[in-house]
């Protein structure tokens, strides 16, 4: 039952801002929006998360939409080390607690791969 | 944010023995997790390591094929018991920090022959 929707892949050249998109439109009010993105044979790397309003790092920027059904992850400068699969995941916010509905799901993601 | 580690990072392994994998976190965390990423697959949750207690298994996984330990709040171990080649996969530690975000190990890729 996927909660969120991406493309399957993104090209992007380098140098230029990379934007990848993401639906959750069945998003609820307590969940947050969370960017992972996974480099060829390494972990998850954890990017940036918000609930409802824009967010901003060092890495990228995320900006959700006003009725929170989608939000875009930029990448202000892509380079070719960013060339990964990125996850977009919708999860409960709350007290610490176990329990599957609070767990990181992963779909499938978008590969985004910058081009020289 | 958190620094994890996994040992061994890959191995091969024949049929019929068993791997642990161990898993260490610079700090202390109430939440330690164990996935699965099967070859050109997204990330499984196999179980949630339980300090001082029974680990909890997402269905499709169970504990004699699995076991986990988690003695303190730094430290886990995975082992993938009674390994066939159907167990070849990465096998990633992750843990929740206190500010909520989950953080990931590098992972330890295992191949069964």
């Known amino acids: 039952d996927a909660k969120t929707t991406q493309p399957p892949s993104m090209d992007c050249a380098e140098g230029r801002a990379a934007n990848l998109p993401c639906n959750h439109s069945?998003?609820?009010?307590?969940?947050?929006v969370y960017w992972y993105r996974q480099i060829h044979s390494q972990g998850p790397q954890y990017i940036i998360h918000?609930?409802?309003n824009n967010e901003t790092n060092e890495m990228a920027s995320l900006i959700i939409t006003e009725d929170r059904k989608s939000s875009t992850l930029i990448l202000p400068h892509a380079t070719l080390r960013d060339t990964a699969v990125y996850y977009c995941?919708?999860?409960?916010?709350?007290?610490?607690?176990?329990?599957?509905?609070?767990?990181?799901?992963f779909g499938s993601g978008t590969q985004l791969t910058v081009l020289p | 944010s958190a620094v994890i580690s996994q040992k061994p990072s890959r191995d091969i392994c024949q049929r019929g023995t068993s791997l642990t994998i161990q898993c260490q976190v610079d700090?202390?965390?109430?939440?330690m997790f164990w996935y699965r990423q099967q070859p050109g697959q997204s990330l499984t949750l196999i179980a949630t390591?339980?300090?001082?207690?029974?680990?909890?298994?997402e269905s499709g996984f169970v504990i004699d094929k699995f076991p986990i330990s988690r003695p303190n709040l730094t430290f886990s171990t995975l082992t993938v018991s009674n390994m066939s080649p159907e167990d070849s996969s990465i096998y990633l530690c992750?843990?929740?920090?206190?500010?909520?975000?989950?953080?990931f190990g590098p992972g330890t890729r295992l191949t069964v022959l």
């Open positions: 390591a339980n300090q001082g207690s029974e680990a909890t298994y």
């Open positions: 992750s843990v929740r920090t206190n500010g909520d975000t989950q953080y």
């Open positions: 700090s202390q965390v109430t939440m």
């Open positions: 069945t998003i609820s009010g307590n969940e947050y």
């Open positions: 995941i919708v999860r409960p916010a709350g007290v610490i607690s176990s329990g599957s509905a609070r767990q990181l799901t």
């Open positions: 918000g609930l409802k």
